[in-house]
């Protein structure tokens, strides 16, 4: 699976689909070349169980793109406080 096919799987909300991916080797900091990361892109979905999944999985909460946006910043712009708050407090 590359970056495009996890891309769709976000967009769809395929959490199961996303967690196969991830198990057989998609790189939880996938990015594209604008360094948009999978949790960046489940942040603008506001999708809290794909945004659970990334981070169990090793997604890099501090990554930037090239406009210098975190996924807590993309969540925040967005209206997602459930999602900025899974982002503030990953443990919960």
Same mark, same amino acid.
């Given at each position: ?23 057989? +080797?998609?790189?939880?900091? %996938?990015? /594209?070349? #604008? &360094?948009?990361?999978? *949790?960046?892109? =489940?942040?603008?979905? $506001? ?10 999985? +090793?997604?890099?909460?501090? %990554?930037? /793109?090239? #406009? &210098?946006?975190?996924? *807590?910043?993309? =969540?925040?712009?967005? $209206? ?13």
């Amino acid at each position: 699976m590359n970056y495009r096919g996890a891309q769709n799987l976000i967009k769809r909300g395929d959490e199961p689909g996303l967690r196969a991916a991830l198990d057989t +080797g998609l790189p939880a900091n %996938a990015a /594209n070349h #604008k &360094g948009w990361s999978l *949790l960046m892109l =489940a942040a603008v979905e $506001g999708n809290v169980p794909l945004g659970q999944l990334l981070i169990e999985k +090793g997604a890099d909460l501090a %990554a930037m /793109n090239l #406009k &210098g946006e975190t996924a *807590l910043t993309i =969540a925040t712009q967005k $209206g997602h406080a459930e999602f900025a708050a899974l982002l503030t407090n990953p443990e919960l």
